[in-house]
């Protein structure tokens, strides 16, 4: 009974480490996005959408696609 206490905190721990990796390397993406959206803008700013090249705007949406992701509430169970 013991040891089967013992290994269930140990699974308990080792998820809770793998959680705050998880949060951690999230808020890090998070702010690299940010910085990528930011360059963006800069880049974009007085430039009309309609002069965009065909790559900018996939890179946009890809961007934006994945800052929606990142930025969605995450569920650990």
Do not use: N, W, Y
């Amino acid at each position: 009974m013991l040891a089967s206490l013992e290994i269930l905190e140990e699974r308990l721990l080792e998820a809770e480490q793998r959680a705050q990796q998880a949060e951690e390397k999230s808020e890090s993406l998070h702010e690299q996005l940010e910085e990528a959206l930011t360059k963006l803008q800069d880049l974009e700013d007085g430039e009309p959408i309609e002069e965009t090249t065909p790559e900018i705007q996939s890179k946009r949406k890809s961007v934006a696609a994945a800052f929606t992701q990142i930025t969605s509430p995450t569920k650990f169970a």
